[in-house]
């Protein structure tokens, strides 16, 4: 019996890793344990841009997008953000993009994505504290 539910319990945690390896592209999601480095890298989009790709610790890129009047004008050199308390970056958190005077952006939407053109750049995100 005890070799049984191991077995189950086995499969439950490989099913849910594939699965979430073979979510469709574009489609609305969240990104679970964002905190505590969770966001390994970032690339913004062009000037005049709402667009954030992120990607986290298992390789997958999410293209975010800001709302209000949050635009990259600027360099990028930190991005630092939210999460809620469970560590979930979802469209309730925030960015604070540039330098001091942080311009705080609300997250409007996160989808899954394929990784963003050129991503080789690399950046450095933290969560907010």
């Not at 390896?21 to 489609?27: D, V």
């Not at 986290?56 to 360099?75: A, H, I, K, N």
């Amino acid at each position: 019996m005890k070799k049984m539910l191991f077995a189950l319990a086995l499969s439950l945690v490989a099913g849910g890793s594939a699965q979430a390896r073979s979510r469709p592209l574009g489609a609305e999601t969240t990104i679970p344990f964002a905190s505590n480095g969770g966001l390994r890298d970032w690339q913004r989009g062009g000037a005049q841009s709402d667009a954030l790709w992120v990607r986290d610790r298992t390789e997958q890129w999410y293209l975010v997008r800001l709302s209000g009047r949050c635009r990259f004008d600027f360099p990028l050199d930190t991005l630092i953000y939210t999460t809620d308390p469970s560590g979930i970056f979802d469209r309730f958190s925030t960015v604070r993009v540039g330098s001091e005077p942080y311009q705080v952006c609300g997250v409007r939407s996160i989808v899954a994505s394929a990784p963003p053109p050129g991503h080789e750049g690399q950046g450095r995100t933290k969560p907010a504290g």
